[in-house]
């Protein structure tokens, strides 16, 4: 399947690391200039070579997206360099643990600005060249929106809103014929859960008995898995899929998990 995301302009936050780097690698290959927007301008240039090294085309902006000046800035810099936007990926985010009861209400409201508030400002300013450009988002998500983890409450919220925005924005926005559609995450091996597990007292333990409560196939999600639909969701291909809230996560939230090692 030909994508047509030849020479489509599309931000990827966070696109250093993890999902948002192994979907600025997909969309290369499908032909695409990923825009790499991230906090840390040297790790945000290792994706940028990686990928021409592999003849792929991709920029890079530096950004800390928890400042809502520089999610404009970030914006203005892309439409600098090109002159369009067709795509935005909302992806950066951190599950950082800020519960009920070890949480206050400074730590709360920085969480949102770290998983949610960007997620608006990236769509907000970007919203001019997407109406010029017809383009779509796609919002990366977490399954706590709908599972729940405990001790996270402001990551759960943001990603609750971060649902809720995707059906809200396919509303509004289907007057210019722009698609939102998000894709929600479970389990998927990033640096970010190397991080997190490593912090666990038996590391392999824990995630033996993660996957193995993951129905197909027993194990974890790729960044590349998450990446290979993102692309398609962006595509024109998928013209006629809007407001979707679709799991990439190997059966995690829906199927009985009691089942998983049946
Ligand atoms: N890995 C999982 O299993 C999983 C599960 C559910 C949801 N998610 C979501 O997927 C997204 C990506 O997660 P990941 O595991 O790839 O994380 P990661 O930490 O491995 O990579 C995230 C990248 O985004 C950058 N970043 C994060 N916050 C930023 C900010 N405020 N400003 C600029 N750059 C920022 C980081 O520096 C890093 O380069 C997150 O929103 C996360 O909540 C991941």
Redesign the pocket.
């Known amino acids: 399947m030909n994508l047509q995301l030849n020479n489509k302009v599309i931000i990827v ?10 979907i600025c690698k997909v969309l290369a290959d499908e032909g695409a200039i990923p825009v790499v ?4 301008a040297a ?2 240039e290792v994706v940028v070579s990686a990928i021409a090294a592999t003849g792929g085309k991709a920029f890079q902006v530096a ?5 809502p000046e ?1 999610c404009k800035k970030a914006v203005e810099a892309v439409v600098a360099q090109f002159g369009r936007i067709d795509g935005l990926v ?6 950082d643990g800020v519960g009920l009861e070890n949480g206050t209400y400074e730590a709360f409201m920085k969480s949102l ?3 949610v508030v ?1 997620y608006y400002l990236m769509a907000h300013y970007a919203l001019p060249e997407l109406k010029k450009s017809k383009g779509s988002i796609l919002n ?5 929106a709908e599972t729940g983890q405990g001790n996270t409450s402001a ?1 759960a919220a ?2 609750g809103g ?1 649902n809720a925005l995707t059906r809200e924005w396919a509303v509004e926005l289907l007057k210019y014929g722009i698609r939102v559609n998000a894709i ?12 997190w597990i490593k912090t666990l007292s038996n590391p392999d333990e824990k995630l033996k008995e993660i996957t193995s409560k993951i129905p197909l196939e027993n194990r ?2 790729t ?1 590349e898995e ?1 990446a290979n639909a993102t692309a398609f969701l962006l595509s024109s291909k998928s013209s006629h899929t809007t407001g979707q809230i679709i799991h990439v996560d190997g059966g995690y939230v829906h199927l009985d998990r009691a089942l998983a090692n049946a």
Not at 90 to 95: D, L, M, Q
């Open positions: 936050t966070g696109g250093a690391k993890g999902i948002g780097e192994g927007v991230g906090r840390n790790d945000n950004a800390e997206l928890s400042e520089e909302n992806n950066a985010g951190v599950n600005h770290k998983n960007h990366i998500t977490s399954k706590t990551y943001a990603n971060r929600v995450v479970a389990e998927c091996w990033t640096p970010a859960y190397d991080t974890m999600t960044s998450i």
